[in-house]
């Protein structure tokens, strides 16, 4: 495959990873939270707990704007402000179990969208989406 060739499969393979996703992200309207609480909440239990100013970081905002979806969060119990111990001027931001439940319920729901559309593939399709799953996985380390 030559350069021209490669650089068209990326473009292809770009256009329809992201139409993939907005499909799916229709699926996060029954969580009941905006995109970008949803996606600090996916971020704090992925990778938290984190200061506010890691996941302002991380989710590419400013600190003021996190502080407003966090306190969003924090009003709705799906997330919690503990100071760290011995340390209490620093406060992680961390998960509730119900956000964790909420985060979940979620992803249930887009693994489900996403297995209504595989069920119209045939076997062999299915199988070869497989094999591409698995190449995408090693390009993603």
């Given at each position: 495959m030559g350069e021209g060739e490669t650089r068209e499969l990326a473009a292809r393979l770009h256009s329809t990873a992201i139409r993939l996703l907005r499909t799916l992200r229709r699926e996060d309207d029954g969580s009941g939270l905006s995109?970008?609480?949803?996606?600090?909440?996916?971020v704090i239990v992925?990778?938290?707990?984190?200061?506010?100013?890691?996941?302002?970081?991380?989710?590419?905002?400013r600190p003021p704007t996190m502080s407003r979806i966090v306190e969003a969060l924090v009003s709705r119990g799906l997330v919690a402000r503990r100071a760290k111990p011995g340390d209490r001027r620093t406060i992680a931001i961390t998960a509730t179990d119900e956000g964790l439940r909420l985060l979940e319920a979620g992803r249930e729901?887009?693994?489900?969208?996403?297995?209504?559309?595989?069920?119209?593939?045939?076997?062999?399709?299915?199988?070869?989406l497989a094999r591409g799953v698995e190449i995408l996985e090693r390009l993603a380390r």
């Open positions: 995109a970008p609480r949803l996606s600090a909440l996916s992925h990778a938290g707990p984190l200061s506010l100013n890691a996941l302002a970081e991380a989710e590419q905002v729901r887009r693994v489900r969208a996403l297995v209504a559309r595989l069920d119209v593939l045939a076997d062999s399709e299915r199988r070869a």
